[in-house]
């Protein structure tokens, strides 16, 4: 196999070109139409629309913040088996893997596994946790067949979505019941004990639709880790519309994983299985009001429930001691919501609305008590449009957040969309977001049951305040018919003040060890540029790439060093597909520069991973079968760098056959 060279651009430059030359190669022969570039009519016509970056169905050229739309077709053709991975087909975001079943993602920087400063929807029903922070991915009863669609909005929006909403949004929105009619049936096998197959159906009872959805999932983690994890999902919903102006939609998810839990941080933790359940209940009713607008009611209902019970190896400090540990805890969330969306001026749209969270957490070994702890959120929130006349439009909003943690908080944006042409759009905006802390930073109580020498606690150090970002951006957006191009790009500049991380102080209460504590430690700028390109050069092919170079600087006060410039200075992201009229065919190229380590252990080396899928279907009056191969980091076999790439080069089969 020839070495991969070590300069980036040579190694995407050949990668390109390979899966380029292959798929204009076999297009050659494909039909004239197939081969034509689209008009400018269908080219702008293909311009998405976005629901998550004020509320207000807009156009990407008429929303306030950068945003990336990963549909359905680069979903299927990514051939990824993760929802974390998903992401990698978006400009500027990082994933990370800790182990097999834990995985991370940022935008722009990657401070730690827990992701706190990402707001991560379904359905616009928040999932991150109240205990710690950051997405449980693997626990999330949700499966890659039931996405219709991310909205990815590259930026903070805060002003939107509030709190967590600080680096970036993400907007999982799944298929309504309605296109998901039928059934269906999808298995992927192969390397790495990766085994997964769900059975899907959907239906329709009158003005009801409704689709179930049951899977299982496993996989046998990293080599040389006790990581392996076994999942069971299930997932219910019902659309029903019950007259002309009302729809009403309930959602229910369940999800049970195994996972395997090793020791190789921590020398006293012997391998053992931990069980985690998670659940939740989702109701949204939508209320046309004629000229008057629309009302949307929100009501969701989270569980997470993570059972860990072991006994330690031999601690040395303890004379061979072995002690029970029980690191069980439960997380449940409440939200409430509503919305009203109205158009009062006919160059004015405005949606605003107000919300009301509980979050409730009960963690003996983490708090020292087996009382619950409570965080409750308020909010009010305001997002309009208008149009100063054809070619320019203001967004401009602000969210009120009220939380028992942090106190109040005002959030707003100011952003102006000039359109030059139909074709070409300039944006400037700027913005300010906070983060509140999460429970296990505001309040924490970790301690082992007896005193260890030289053991490390992590106490409650006092109140702590929100982080805060202000953020500038200059975004053009540019069509270009006549070549099969659209292009996105933008200038950015993030001013972040007071992030939380952790510190050490010596022994001054009576603790043993060393005694850690969450606090307002570091600041740090972030400034680059950002491309996203699309380049159709045919019907039924597809380059999309996404670039970004930065420059982060930080204070690094915490214990970790580098805490606060943990990202990489370039990204690039290349993704290839062609549908040749039932076989498919895609190429992934996903490159990051070294990331600083949170250590003084050195920088994480560059990132390179390859991923290609074919796929042959077979269309019927009503069914359809399909056959795919996948083959992810084909490059790179080597044992060491599997965890820099998340995984080993490693080759699956995927089957399925739906019928309707």
Known sequence: ???????????????????????????????????????????????????????LSQSVADAPVATTIIDRQMIEASGFTEIPDLLRLAPGFIVNYENGHTQAVGYHMLNDRFSRRMQVLIDGRSVYTPAVGGVPWTDLPLTIDNIERIEVIRGPNAVTYGSNSFMAVINIITRPAALAQGSRVSVNA???????????????????DYRATVGYRQDDGFDERFDAKRVRIATLRGDYSPGSDDNLSLQLGFNKTTRGKDGIFDDYIPNHSATSYTQFQQ??????????????????????????????????????????????????????????????LRPLRLVWGLGARRDEVTAPLFFSTANTRNNRVQRLFVNGEYSLDDRTLINAGVMYEHNDISGSHT??????????????????????????????????????????????????????????????????????????????????????????????????????????????????????????????????????????????????????????????SDMLKLFLMHDFGGL??????????????????????????????????????????????????LFDENQETELRNNIDRRIHASFAFSYR
């Open 584 to 633: 498919d065919a895609s190429v992934g190229y996903y490159y990051l520069s070294n990331i600083k380590e949170f250590s003084t252990s050195g920088d994480r080396p560059d990132q390179h991973r390859v991923d290609v899928r074919l796929a042959r279907s077979w269309k019927r009056a009503h069914s359809r079968t399909t056959l795919a191969l996948v083959v992810q980091n």
């Open 190 to 208: 192969g390397g790495n004990g990766l085994a997964e197959a769900f059975v899907h159906h959907g239906g329709n009872r009158g003005r009801l």
């Open 411 to 568: 959030s707003p944006r100011l952003a102006v969309n000039h359109h030059f042409s139909r074709a070409h759009t300039l944006r400037l905006s700027v913005s300010r977001a906070y983060r509140m802390p999460v429970l296990f930073e505001d309040m924490p109580d970790y301690r082992f049951p007896v005193a260890i020498p030289n053991n490390a606690v992590l106490v409650d150090n006092g109140e702590l305040d929100a982080e805060q970002m202000t953020a500038w951006e200059i975004g053009y957006l540019g069509s270009f018919p006549e070549h099969g191009l659209s292009l996105d790009a933008k200038l950015y500049y993030n001013d972040i003040n007071d992030l939380i991380s952790l510190d050490s102080r010596p022994d001054a209460s009576g603790l043993t060890g060393t005694v850690l504590f969450f606090d307002n430690l570091d600041d740090v700028t972030i400034k680059g540029v950002e491309l996203a390109a699309r380049y159709r050069y045919a019907r039924h092919g597809r380059l999309q790439l996404g670039y970004t170079h930065q420059d982060l600087f930080g204070t690094d006060r915490s214990i970790y060093g580098t805490y606060s410039i943990a990202g990489p």
């Open 1 to 55: 196999m020839p070495a991969i060279p070590t300069v980036p651009v040579a190694f995407a430059v050949r990668t390109g070109l390979l899966a380029t030359a292959m798929l204009f190669g076999a297009a050659a022969h494909a039909q004239e139409a197939d081969d034509a570039l689209l008009s400018e009519d269908a080219f702008l016509d293909e311009v998405p629309v976005v629901l998550s970056a004020t509320r």
């Open 283 to 344: 109701l949204t009713w939508e209320h046309a009001l004629g000229s008057a607008g629309e009302l949307r009611l929100q009501v969701y209902h989270n569980l997470t429930k993570d059972l860990n019970t072991y006994v330690s190896d031999p601690i040395g400090a303890l004379g061979g001691a072995r002690l029970p540990f029980d690191e069980r805890s439960d997380a449940e969330r409440y939200d409430f919501e509503l919305q009203h969306t109205v158009s009062p």
